[in-house]
């Protein structure tokens, strides 16, 4: 295992993936993406996740998106690739290649078709861990694995040196609360928040930063709130909370809120950054939720 | 499209995968396997189901199980294959490589990771149809999914000519028979039930026949519960459904219920069928869960 | 434990209440209301259950219901009577007030604000059973009372002589089959279904007879496809089923679904049997939700 | 409507019904429980609330629950009273009732048997608030009424001058943390935190207080972390926060979890305060649930 020279806090965006077709990468908009976000002051970028449409990509796209942020990154931040998925064959082929590519650590969700949990999953990942080229951030997101963690699993995550972080995306501030006093037993286990508009209630409950969609869009406003929180100056906090709920809406515009990253793609298309094309299966926006999207992008302009 | 000249009711077993290692089958046992369940009577046989832990596989033995089950069938039933991803572009390919080994038909759930519904579920089956080589079987399984179709998906399913049948494992019997009324419509659109315990209400609420793993260990008592359950004969059904209950204890030693074929497994094993071992995240059961299983494998014989 | 000389089958509709005022029962309209539902042929009447809005009356009103039905209803079928509450004496204190008025049965769901199960609930139906002058009929509504019962829960039921009959509103025809095998162990156990689309359904799967709010409205309309069902005739059943799913969406119009008996009541104020105020928290419908109703009586007649 | 001359801030424990039978109050009992709390710096006393078990009491000893508290109190805190209810009518009768007898205000949570919620919720509150004698605390309580307040109930609240404080017992932080930001929007709207396990980050995310049921067993401890919260004394909340975690595993003793105030009941007995009765559905722990909570209590004292 490679060490580690880097601190995990601050804004560290999970990117979303441009795309010309459904298979085909948007290497332009890609680099534009990631000069705004590093511009904004992002401490690092997440490729793959979640909003990264990861799990919709060919094996061969995935690859792809490795080899041209790295590239464009070139070092100039930490970038964490995300390598979760069902078959553990396929896990540890991809960590192997993003490892070769220069990423600096692994985020690795519990595998996402069979409900894994207890003695199973930290089975997996001590199997895992053993074949990954890279230090690995562990990544809880019940909403799409199904696997909700317990207090034990936290534990195992803080016992074990090959696990340098956990990104807790399940919207429970609860758990989240718990989770960092759980990481107070180790130097530096830092604690990382997905939902973006739990961001400042994190800081001030004991988290290192945030890993926040929107920061695709708006890098700023959510390195501000960091900076914010950190200092507890609730009334910038009040104004920048107001600022990333209405951007929040722009998520929910897609008939039932699903497949976020719609919205987000096409508030970037907006921006002149890249298109909107969603991988399947989810395709472009109506007209009619593009034009609220616009909205309230006009709002926050 | 190939045409299609087989008729889908009674009893289609989704087969477990028999493994010597996370990446090696084990083909010896897979030809015992295949061999037991047609001799038991079996209608058809579904490979790389849920059952057959299909999203735990690496492409490569996927590819395998494809080729070698055909093999071993050789036509003496439709063989079914079950290709659902996460890609889009992953499940096409499998497709396509199912075809050209000799499958009948492709077994479809939705993309697992994002939930997806209505319009965007919809068109997803649209632009995969184009693509796809062979007649496909609509496949409802929210508990794994987290997709709960509604009255408009099977309306849509019943109006696609190239979806040719439903295979219903939400375990909802409401729904079940609401799809089976539904599915009057067109001329031959078997739904078929998934969980085993339900095999015989199914028949009696209008259902075609049985997609239920323990047809794996004992194909012929759920032959037999098909058979009794067409003509009625609640004597047997009674008798029958008792066996079918406590065959089901197996399947819910695991702790938590979870790796459901980790039991089956074991049963075929102590049956001298095939290995026990499960793929990757689950593992081999712990001795006091394999002694519950033995004492049902003594009661049931 | 008074003899009980009657048998429950059929269907037995769950009376609406009809109210002059929040605490003013509509006598005359309670009057045409029973004579409708005798003269569509019912089995039998359930007062003071959920569509009776029982928990919402104050427990002077709910006195004068079961004395003023008991007056109209005259013995001419049983009258069974919902006693339900949060507070073991108040559900002794009104149980002994129906026995005393000639109530026939009565109905109890687990107490209804702190969630109660296994053996605690138990225990609390054998203290009651103590007390109460009447046999006595379990009432299975988890989405009203948060308790889902379990099979030893129905095995208790079948177990104790005064236990007449489960009426089982829960929607899970799966508990619903089960339940029906394990009421075979007694010499006559009926079980009753609730949610009256699955009235068909239920009787193919071994019931009883429906509790069905519906046959407020439409009496005939269940007795008919009781009948139907009975036969098996599907013809029939098809035909009727139509109809039942469309009364139910009178149930759906209130905007979010909630306080189901308010479309009822105001289908029986469009049918000139009573009028529509429902009692608190729930008020009267906004036109337009009117006008849907209308509509669909007028397509029913 | 009286005049309010307190501030609801601090701790405010909900107060345990000692019972010597299931219909009797244990006046001597309640005595010793409300002078320890006293003693022990609470801000006020919530009689009648979830942890009271009011729903399973008769109303006449609701009645006396008033009436002798309101006789120990004696002016000395405020004194809240429960009057939730299923019926419009019977909320109205004890409210009065309270109101005589000298009760400060009356805490509501919505009716729950049929869940209510948007509109209909907020007219339900509307007519009960003008027929209350006293200032309302609106009581959000989802596990126990089914409903889940959202954004435009807090609005309502903070609205609507009859309405003086919100008790916050969903367990979710987020809606707390937004209803405190929105409670902001009025000179003096408290939001009291129910969860004892959430006091301490709910006083750091803008709370005012708790209601707190372990604060029958151990009022101090409560006191002192609020007062730590206040402070942002991390050190001592650490150390308060393994006390209250492991007090609460009291209530986790009964199996399954349910009746939580059984756990509170017998801890109250080991320390001589009261008896360990519960109302009916509940009834005594078994020993060794007893052996359980007294080892914990060992370790805390």
Chains 1, 2, 3, 4 share one sequence.
Not at 103 to 132: C, E, H, M, W
Not at 191 to 208: D, K, N, Q, T, Y
């Amino acid at each position: 295992m490679k060490k580690m020279a880097f601190q995990l806090k601050g804004i560290i965006p999970p990117m979303v993936t441009p795309l010309l077709s459904n298979d085909t990468l948007d290497v332009a908009g890609l680099e534009r993406l990631l000069e705004r976000m590093l511009a904004g002051g992002v401490s690092g970028v997440f490729v793959l996740g979640s909003t990264g449409e990861a799990p919709s990509l060919s094996y061969r796209l995935r690859r792809e998106v490795i080899a041209e942020s790295s590239r464009i990154i070139n070092g100039r931040v930490p970038m964490l690739v995300g390598v979760a998925d069902t078959s553990f064959e396929e896990t540890v082929a991809l960590s192997r290649y993003a490892a070769e590519r220069g990423a600096t650590a692994l985020v690795v969700a519990p595998p996402f078709y069979f409900p894994v949990s207890g003695n199973d999953l930290r089975r997996y990942y001590q199997d895992l861990i053993r074949k990954l080229p890279l230090p690995m951030i562990l990544y809880h997101m019940p909403g799409l694995t199904k696997v909700r963690f317990d207090a034990e699993m936290i534990a195992f995550a803080v016992d074990t040196p090959e696990i340098i972080a956990l990104k807790e995306s399940s919207g429970d501030l609860d758990f989240f609360w718990r989770s960092c006093r759980m990481a107070r037993c180790r130097k530096h286990f830092p604690v990382l928040m997905g939902p973006e508009h739990l961001l400042a209630a994190s800081i001030r409950l004991g988290g290192s930063g945030g890993v926040n969609g929107g920061a695709n869009v708006f890098p700023e406003l959510f390195v501000n709130m960091y900076h914010a929180a950190v200092k507890n100056d609730v009334a910038t906090m009040d104004v920048l909370q107001k600022k990333i709920d209405r951007l929040n809406d722009i998520y929910a515009v897609p008939t039932g809120g699903m497949g976020v990253c719609r919205g987000m793609k096409y508030a970037l298309k907006c921006l002149g950054v890249c298109g909107d094309l969603p991988a399947e299966p989810f395709h472009l926006l109506p007209r009619n939720e593009k034009k609220k999207i616009e909205a309230i992008l006009d709002e926050l302009k």
